[in-house]
């Protein structure tokens, strides 16, 4: 009888072909897609598994933390029975196209032998399979997975605590009011993403809401706007309405709606689509049809639709 698949070893195995295809810096959006086509063609990846992949296509993975998945994919191939559950997986993936070059194959067969010798030659065959280089492996790095709860849940908070680490900033805020800046600012930015992207009325009046509600500096509150529209098109609206839901009270929520106002109106008059965004908003944050309306009616008629 066959043994069900090791969901642990395929996705260590993931991770490891993301860090492949991270080699050389950058992946390309056109690269991105055909990664994440390939990944979902695993079985064992749902929509929990997802997000742990995820979160290694998000930003370069460095040599350092390439070695690290190395060793956790290493650990994970104990016994013949794991190596031959990775290797035929790897087989799926090079000919789920149906057709296998005999540049693939050669590759798959030079994989094959640095799992059975654990050779660390693994890398730079995965690196070849996917961007025809060799990497250089070097030593630990620090495991970006301790932060996955973040990335999911509230991917402005994350991504602005990755930016000021970086620049080796401390900002004089809480860390739970700067959870809740991310969420505030990634709903600011769904209703500015509404009209094809944001104008610059827009931004102005998300930074305006910002430092109102905050009283962040000005230069800090745009890095927050920065952050959340660069990630807009791609935040998870569900998850943000019911993550800010959680951390806000009621009457925080009405006054949050007439800042969504204020960006919706932004660049002359809040259209149909933006205001019926904003109703989603409210219906998310649990507040009532009417309050939704006070809402509306406190902006003038000339500067909304309907």
Request: hydrophobic share 50%.
């Amino acid at each position: 009888m066959t043994k069900p698949p090791n969901t642990d070893t395929i996705m260590a195995l993931a991770k490891v072909i993301i860090a492949a295809a991270w080699a050389d810096g950058e992946i390309t959006e056109d690269e991105e897609l055909s990664l994440k086509d390939l990944l979902w063609r695993l079985p064992e990846v749902h929509a929990r598994q997802w997000d742990e992949l995820a979160i290694y296509l998000d930003a370069p993975v460095a040599a350092d933390e390439r070695q690290r998945l190395i060793a956790a994919l290493q650990a994970q191939l104990s016994t013949a029975e794991q190596r031959e559950l990775a290797l035929s997986k790897l087989d799926e993936l090079v000919s789920a196209d149906g057709v296998v070059s005999e540049q693939e194959r050669a590759v798959v067969a030079e994989v094959r032998a640095a799992l059975e010798s654990a050779d660390v030659g693994l890398w730079g065959s995965l690196s070849r399979l996917l961007i025809g280089r060799r990497a250089q492996a070097t030593t630990a790095a620090p495991n970006r997975e301790a932060y996955l709860n973040d990335f999911v849940r509230n991917r402005v908070y994350y991504q602005l605590r990755q930016q000021l680490a970086a620049g080796g900033v401390v900002w004089d805020v809480p860390d739970s009011e700067l959870r809740r800046l991310g969420l505030a600012g990634g709903l600011l930015a769904l209703v500015a993403h509404v009209s094809d992207g944001a104008a610059e009325t827009e931004r102005a009046a998300m930074v305006a809401a910002l430092r109102a509600a905050w009283s962040l500096p000005e230069e800090s509150a745009a890095l927050v706007v920065e952050v959340a529209l660069a990630d807009g098109e791609t935040l998870d609206f569900y998850r943000l309405v019911r993550e800010f839901a959680e951390v806000t009270t009621a009457d925080e929520r009405q006054r949050f709606l007439d800042a969504l106002f204020g960006v919706a109106a932004a660049d002359g008059a809040a259209t149909f689509e933006e205001i019926e965004q904003i109703r989603l908003v409210a219906l998310g944050l649990k507040l009532s049809h009417g309050e939704f309306i006070e809402a509306k009616m406190r902006l003038p008629r000339e500067r909304r639709q309907g």
